[in-house]
């Protein structure tokens, strides 16, 4: 069964750094969403994305991050300067573009842990 | 704005007995409910979601039921296992497209007793 995929598993950065998070979503979906999750916390919205463009994004999502389609399989989140807030567990996720279909997939995450 | 309530935050039960969590949610246009299921340091998984068509559903030992007049829905598992242990969360959609996003609650921490 097709999964969404995401890289590093683990990110190590200093306050102040950028960091990219990437995603493979599953191949024919149309639909690609960023989550948070702080640690003993419940899962937060962050982005929507269809079409080359944001559709929707959260109070989270700030003007330091951005989200990018940079080729046909490839979704990255960018922080560009990273807090020590910002340490969490990253989900990326991807539904088909089917009417009436609202199931999301979730990849397997991203720790990133700002220092 | 879009909230999801959830209740309780732990909950502990006895192996063999039966667990209930319920969540409360505040826009009346949302019509998907997914509950997902998150084991430590993993992604939530979809165990079992219900529309707003849909009064209740149930797949082998899970259960969920939703009032769309109350704006309440429930998860019920029974005959509770060890491996039910983990984080189980409700989740609902704002409703105005499926694919918008998903609003999560706060979570509840589900202990099996052997």
């Known amino acids: 069964e097709p999964e969404v995929t995401q890289t590093p598993s683990h990110q190590v950065t200093q306050m102040g750094q950028e960091v990219i998070l990437r995603c493979v979503p599953i191949?024919?979906?149309?639909?690609f969403y960023w989550y948070r999750q702080i640690l003993g916390q419940k899962v937060e919205f962050l982005v929507s994305?269809?079409?080359?463009?944001?559709?929707?994004k959260s109070e989270i999502f700030d003007d330091q991050f951005s989200v990018e389609r940079p080729d046909g399989s490839n979704f990255t989140l960018k922080i560009r300067s990273t807090k020590l807030e910002d340490s969490a567990m990253y989900f990326c996720?991807?539904?088909?573009?089917?009417?009436?279909?609202?199931?999301?997939?979730f990849g397997p995450g991203t720790r990133l842990t700002v220092t | 704005g879009e909230n999801v309530e959830q209740h309780p935050s732990t909950l502990s039960v006895q192996e063999g007995d039966s667990a209930v969590i319920k969540c409360t949610y505040s826009d009346s246009a949302s019509n998907y409910f997914p509950w997902y299921k998150q084991e430590l340091g993993k992604r939530p998984q979809l165990i079992i979601d219900?529309?707003?068509?849909?009064g209740e559903k149930k797949d082998q030992r899970i259960a969920v039921t939703l009032n769309k007049t109350a704006k309440h829905f429930s998860l019920h598992i029974t005959e509770t296992q060890p491996e039910d242990s983990a984080v189980y969360f409700c989740?609902?959609?704002?409703?105005?497209?499926?694919?918008?996003?998903?609003?999560f609650g706060s979570g509840t921490r589900l202990s099996i007793r052997p």
């Open positions: 996720a991807s539904s088909p573009r089917v009417p009436g279909y609202y199931e999301q997939y």
């Open positions: 994305f269809y079409n080359n463009e944001i559709s929707e």
């Open positions: 191949s024919n979906h149309l639909y």
């Open positions: 989740a609902a959609n704002p409703g105005y497209s499926s694919a918008s996003k998903i609003i």
């Open positions: 219900i529309r707003s068509n849909v």
